[in-house]
């Protein structure tokens, strides 16, 4: 059974950068996709990044050229690098890895 578990998150002003990271522990299927997801208060849970067992790469396009997603697969771990911060990046931030989820963590962009 599969485990994840989100970490990195913080408060930063806007303009600042966060590295969020997900640790996957049990067994981990090498043909498993990878995202990364946001909630923000009051709203549904959208996902913002992927990336494929073949490594290829999706972002919103809220986020595209500002956020990275990268993984280290000896090590069963996501990544996602989030630069240019805005306040609207404001939202819980969830990874979710062969389809099972994480439970989460707060990322807050103040002005």
């Known amino acids: 059974q599969v485990q994840v578990v989100e970490s990195g998150g913080g408060s930063v002003q806007a303009g600042g950068s966060l590295k969020l990271s997900c640790v996957a522990s049990g067994v981990i299927s090498s043909s498993c996709g990878m995202s990364w997801y946001r909630q923000a208060p009051g709203r549904g849970r959208d996902e913002i990044s992927t990336?494929?067992?073949?490594?290829?790469?999706w972002y919103r396009d809220s986020v595209k050229g500002r956020f990275a997603i990268t993984q280290d697969k000896p090590k069963n771990t996501l990544y996602l690098q989030m630069n240019s911060l805005k306040t609207e990046d404001t939202a819980v931030y969830y990874c979710?890895?062969?389809?099972?989820w994480g439970q989460g963590t707060q990322v807050t962009v103040s002005s």
């Open positions: 990336v494929s067992s073949l490594g290829t790469t």
């Open positions: 979710k890895i062969c389809n099972t």
